[in-house]
């Protein structure tokens, strides 16, 4: 009677649930049929994570452009390595001998790709060279870049997003990102230019202010500068209301890095008695190091989550291919490499998806909801890469790029995940909480959409009958 019992309980239960996840399907299929936006097509992938099934398929397998859910591969694939925790580190070194208050010799600063290396960094290596007993250089200032190749975009990236922030120049000297901000603030008096400052400080830029105060014939506020002629003339112009902000991108970073080095140097009273170049520095009995400068991974991944910093992710990508290669130079093909190994230990094979950057910029990538779901389900089951990860997406309705999205209702708060989004793209993938306190990852990419918040609509909604 009692095995009856436990029969009848059983099939019970497993009749319910299967009701249950054929009551989700149903409603998800009826959430797309009504507003997946017309002309556009859509994949989505769901899995719960505690009870270890798939929870719903819709074109899951059709190939789509990630935009920067393209991200997730790139991080989970660099935390998953055993030397993936290792900070990046920019190190300055001299090379000679100090005599009578001069280097006779060069200094060196070895580029480990730091994405985050800012004004506090440069600041760190400058004094530690001021506070050596020499106020004389008597040699070059080199930089040493050999830690990647040439190409300082990425394969497949627009060439006119040239001079937008988002699209910094590759190199393994990043200083500021590469990226000057502009602030404009109104003057008193109308049709006055307008104050504007620009940040970092570097005598490698020109400022040209052709702002007017609370001008409507001025035209748009606009912040850019001649890119088409590799030049960075910095031009400010149009109205100006209000306090306005912008950035755009310096042409050569690690132009950008050295020059303003060797600015701050001369600010401190060392005498450069040449200017700066790039060489590959080999350490001899005659090398010292001089200063270093460190940046945690973590905060490298926090930004590559809540603000979707294309740098950081590139900056991963081709740091994890020097770390699996052991070679001085290595290009993003390295990085990409290691993302595939991960691919075909879940059983995806090279032929079937196209990976050609690490951020998603790329109109050349091509993958799939399975394959990225995928991704995600082996983080989670792998608790050290999976609290870092889970700890650096946004939040719904709290922070970084869902800061503005599901800010009621119950996604609130219960959804994290990573957005992507450029020109007829947009998606989101990621991780939440259902009420009966099952984890689930979920990835939803739209396709051919040209409305991002027709798109946002659709996914939003996924996300919160799947919380319910």
């Not at 997730?72 to 070194?93: H, N, V, Y």
């Not at 400068?293 to 926090?302: D, G, L, R, S, Y």
Request: aromatic share 10%; proline share 4%; glycine share 8%.
């Amino acid at each position: 009677m009692k095995k009856l019992n436990w029969l009848l309980l059983f099939t019970l239960c497993f009749f319910t649930t299967a009701w249950g996840q054929q009551e989700l399907a149903l409603k998800l299929d009826s959430l797309v049929a009504r507003l997946l936006p017309s002309g556009s097509e859509v994949g989505i992938a769901v899995y719960d994570l505690t009870a270890q099934k798939p929870l719903y398929r819709y074109r899951d397998t059709y190939l789509s452009r990630p935009a920067s859910t393209m991200k997730l591969l790139t991080t989970i694939t660099a935390l998953s390595r055993p030397d993936g925790d290792e900070p990046f580190r920019t190190e300055l070194w001299y090379q000679g001998v100090i005599r009578h208050d001069t280097l006779q010799g060069d200094l060196y600063v070895v580029g480990g790709f730091d994405p985050e290396f800012d004004e506090q960094g440069m600041k760190a290596l400058v004094d530690n060279v001021a506070a050596l007993p020499f106020s004389v250089i008597n040699g070059r200032v080199y930089g040493d870049v050999s830690m990647k190749d040439s190409l300082y975009f990425g394969d497949g990236w627009m060439w006119e997003d040239t001079p937008y922030a988002y699209q910094p120049y590759l190199s393994p000297l990043m200083y500021e990102k590469g990226v000057v901000s502009v602030t404009a603030t109104p003057a008193t008096q109308n049709g006055a230019p307008a104050t504007v400052v620009a940040k970092p400080v570097s005598t490698y830029y020109t400022l040209s202010n052709e702002t007017q105060t609370r001008t409507d014939d001025a035209g748009k506020f606009a912040v850019t500068r001649d890119w088409l002629f590799g030049g960075n003339c910095i031009s400010v112009s149009g109205n100006v209301q209000r306090l306005r902000k912008d950035a755009v991108n310096m042409h050569s970073s690690q132009d950008f890095f050295m020059h303003t080095l060797l600015d701050r140097l001369r600010s401190k009273g060392i005498n450069v008695m040449g200017s700066y170049a790039f060489a590959d520095f080999q350490k001899d009995t005659a090398s010292v190091l001089v200063s270093f400068w460190e940046t945690p991974v973590e905060k490298v991944v926090e930004n590559i989550m809540k603000k979707s910093d294309n740098l950081n992710a590139e900056a991963l990508l081709y740091r994890m291919g020097a770390q699996a290669t052991g070679r001085k130079r290595v290009s993003a093909a390295e990085g990409i490499a290691e993302i595939t190994k991960l691919a075909l230990t879940f059983g995806y094979q090279p032929d079937d998806y196209k990976i050609a950057d690490g951020c998603g910029l790329s109109n050349y990538d091509y993958i799939s909801p399975a394959l990225l779901l995928r991704f995600l389900t082996y983080a989670y089951s792998q608790p050290a890469l999976f609290r870092k990860l889970y700890q650096a997406l946004p939040v719904a309705g709290i922070d970084g790029t869902l800061q503005n999205r599901m800010k009621a209702g119950k996604a609130h708060k219960n959804v994290r995940a990573k957005t992507g989004s450029y020109t007829g793209i947009n998606g989101l993938a990621g991780y939440l909480k259902a009420s009966d306190g099952h984890d689930i990852a979920f990835v939803i990419l739209n396709q051919n959409v040209l409305s991002a918040a027709k798109a946002r609509v659709l996914q939003d909604a996924v996300c919160g009958l799947l919380c319910q």
